[in-house]
């Protein structure tokens, strides 16, 4: 059994995968002040709650864009199950065919997604990985990663409307009770959650036009599920992309340990 662990700015995505079974999927907010047996603890409790026993672990892999955390969860990784984790970087055996201006720093959570949504789904792709950025990975035909965008993600957005004005409240991203909002709430909902998902149909009509077919459009991340429903464009919501991505990746390279 695979134990995935994905690192982002906001939340931390813990998976366990048997096979091409996902045993478990878990959410849990990035804490860059926790040391290593905190982490330990909160694996040692999830493995207790999903009936897994840190013996049936075979192997680990990590992948974060939060770099004071890559160690930390080594470390309690190791701690917990007796094995070392491997760290995803771009060094590793990707497969994946990449024509951006400099390879070396496109991140590593858009390399793992693309890998796994390549594994899965037809080409053309459009990726939209909705976390604290919202991401867009765009892969052509050929399988070829042309490049993407990256812009504020939804809370960072909403959280900033907030801060920088004097009469706008901080909101919950709940679904608006209406297109047209009637007082400030519901205002700042719609627009939020209605001006996100058309946003992303924009996007996805000007990016076909741009690869001259039409792409199967993934939508991944902790907040996206909330805005796909409304969003007129076809989309399949995969959020295990990441924790498919890093099994992928540890097949790969498991040898290099």
């Given at each position: 059994?695979?134990?995935a ?40 409790s999830l493995f ?14 990590i ?5 004071e ?15 070392t ?27 793992v997604d693309?890998?796994?949504?390549i ?54 991203l709940?679904e608006?009770?209406?297109?047209i ?6 205002c ?17 009509d ?13 939508a ?12 007129r ?7 295990d ?17």
């Amino acid at each position: 059994m695979l134990l995935a662990i994905d690192v982002g700015n906001t939340n931390i995505v813990i998976g366990c995968v048997d096979g091409e079974e996902i045993n478990f999927s878990a959410r849990f907010a990035t804490d860059k002040d926790k040391t290593e047996d905190e982490y330990a603890l909160m694996l040692m409790s999830l493995f207790q709650i999903h009936n897994i026993s840190p013996e049936a672990i075979d192997g680990s892999i990590i992948s974060s864009v939060v770099p004071e955390l890559k160690k930390v969860l080594q470390l309690a990784v190791k701690m917990v199950t007796g094995k070392t984790a491997l760290i995803a970087t771009l060094d590793l055996d990707t497969g994946l065919k990449v024509a951006v201006d400099a390879p070396n720093t496109l991140g590593t959570d858009l390399v793992v997604d693309a890998v796994a949504a390549i594994a899965k789904y037809p080409k053309p792709i459009v990726i939209f990985d909705m976390g604290t950025a919202t991401t867009v990975s765009v892969i052509d035909e050929e399988g070829v990663y042309r490049g993407g965008m990256i812009m504020p993600g939804l809370r960072l957005s909403v959280d900033a409307l907030s801060t920088r004005t004097s009469q706008l409240p901080r909101i919950s991203l709940d679904e608006p009770e209406q297109l047209i909002g009637t007082n400030t709430i519901n205002c700042m909902k719609a627009g939020a959650v209605y001006g996100t998902a058309a946003m992303l149909d924009g996007l996805v009509d000007r990016l076909e036009e741009e690869l001259g077919k039409t792409p199967t459009v993934i939508a991944t991340g902790g907040l996206i599920g909330d805005i796909v429903p409304h969003c007129r464009r076809k989309m399949i919501y995969d959020k295990d992309l990441m924790i498919l991505g890093l099994q992928i990746l540890y097949d790969k390279n498991k040898d290099r340990q």
